[in-house]
């Protein structure tokens, strides 16, 4: 039921991707796009964002398919949350403290300064991580380049992680002054960091990626502890609409992630009525009971009427049960509700492909494009509804940019080049096609 997406994050400019996590430098996550879990995340992170100075139009949430506890950035643009952690944490003060702490990376210029202490290594150390990297990207094993990273250059790695802790130790505070400014319990900070006791004692193959890129000392605990005590007009409590979208974010997940028994069996353990109906609603789907599916998401309906993101479900159930039809009609009525949202847009887009109505997908499918080119599910079914309509060249197009977003370099240049061959010379597509070519070449003349 959950799309899920593989892209290709830079993770080499996050010091955790590199040496830490096992990944190489350009790691493949698969993200699990949702519109409604991507609404709730963003409604949390929004107070949190614009009270450091960020805007929440500018950062998106997104969720990656990853049990382990985790949290980290890449760039600005975006913050990504594991599955696991949302689901282990219990309030929705800790999954904003864990937003405030990312987001002080950002606005602390942690990002690139790490970038640019390894660029600036002209010793052993430079190899190291070079070695390491390459390690990591042969074997898939970042245990592996870990150890030849810190065989090779001990008293190298022990400076580099001071730079680290000390970026910690800055986030933090920046993380509880920007959640006093929200108005934002800052108790949550501590529970996060209570999750994480005792995972020092562990092997750094068995401690969660969290731990390893943020270290958890005793002495950082205590910090937190003053700075939480010490934080003048802090708020307390909990806000109930943060609860409430905290609540459906994390029973969503669960109904997807988890055996549609397990969910069964919770029901009435649902903070309110119709959370616990979508839930049901996700759990009967993967079971293939489309008719008690569609009376759980109805009855969450009409709970929620104005709800776009509950039609939307309610649109997945009925496309994945080979309705189409029906389909289009719901995603329509959640497009109302939502015209800005592109997830909405795509299932639209791919509900009237499923019925052959392949230019109204079309233009559908561009709208989304046009919101968010980075959803590689959008990118297919736009490839697919141009050769439907007898535009090679902008089906290859689509196609050329889904795999350079997965990093399939090799193959977005083989279908870059037949876009470019096809596409008027000079236009915007063609533009696209060559920028991709472009990439392509580069990355096979660095291999």
Do not use: C
């Amino acid at each position: 039921m959950f799309a899920v997406d593989r892209v290709r994050l830079l993770a080499g400019l996050l010091l955790a991707a590199l040496f830490f996590v096992s990944a190489a430098p350009a790691r493949a996550v698969t993200l699990l796009r949702d519109a409604d879990i991507e609404h709730a995340l963003d409604a949390l992170a929004a107070p949190v964002l614009r009270a450091a100075g960020l805007s929440p139009s500018q950062v998106r949430m997104m969720v990656v398919d990853d049990m382990s506890l985790n949290a980290f950035i890449v760039d600005t643009q975006a913050i990504y949350v594991n599955a696991g952690l949302v689901m282990k944490l219990d309030s929705p003060e800790a999954l904003q403290a864990v937003i405030a702490h990312e987001a002080a990376h950002m606005t602390n210029g942690h990002i690139a300064r790490r970038l640019g202490n390894m660029r600036s290594a002209r010793t052993a150390a430079a190899l190291g991580m070079a070695l390491a990297a390459a390690t990591a990207a042969a074997t898939g094993s970042g245990d592996a380049a870990a150890g030849v990273l810190i065989g090779s250059q001990d008293a190298v790695m022990r400076n580099f992680l001071s730079h680290t802790r000390a970026e910690e130790s800055s986030a933090d505070i920046t993380s509880i002054r920007t959640l006093t400014r929200a108005g934002i319990d800052p108790h949550g900070a501590l529970e996060v960091l209570e999750l994480f006791r005792g995972q020092e004692a562990l092997s750094a193959g068995r401690q969660d990626p969290y731990m390893r890129s943020h270290p958890l000392t005793r002495d950082r605990q205590r910090a937190m502890a003053g700075l939480v005590a010490g934080a003048r007009g802090a708020a307390s409590g909990t806000d109930p609409t943060a609860a409430y979208w905290f609540a459906r974010a994390r029973a969503k997940l669960s109904a997807f992630l988890r055996a549609p028994n397990w969910t069964l069996r919770r029901l009435d353990r649902s903070p309110s009525r119709d959370i616990a109906l979508m839930s049901e609603a996700v759990a009967r789907h993967r079971q293939s009971d489309l008719r008690r599916a569609l009376a759980a998401i109805d009855g969450a309906i009409a709970m929620r009427p104005q709800d776009p993101f509950l039609r939307d479900l309610k649109g997945e159930i009925l496309l994945e049960s080979r309705q189409a039809g029906p389909a289009i009609q719901v995603y329509d009525q959640a497009r109302r509700l939502a015209p800005r949202n592109a997830q909405i847009l795509g299932g639209l887009g791919r509900a009237q492909l499923a019925a052959g109505q392949y230019g109204a997908a079309l233009k559908t499918l561009e709208d989304a494009r046009g919101r968010d080119w980075r959803d590689g599910r959008v990118l297919r079914d736009l490839a697919v509804a141009y050769a439907k309509t007898g535009n090679a060249g902008m089906a290859s197009e689509a196609t050329a940019q889904r795999y350079a977003l997965q990093g399939r370099l090799k193959d977005a240049g083989i279908h870059a080049k037949r876009a470019a061959g096809l596409l008027p010379r000079g236009s915007a597509p063609w533009r696209r096609a060559q920028d991709v070519l472009e990439a392509a070449e580069r990355a096979s003349k660095d291999r």
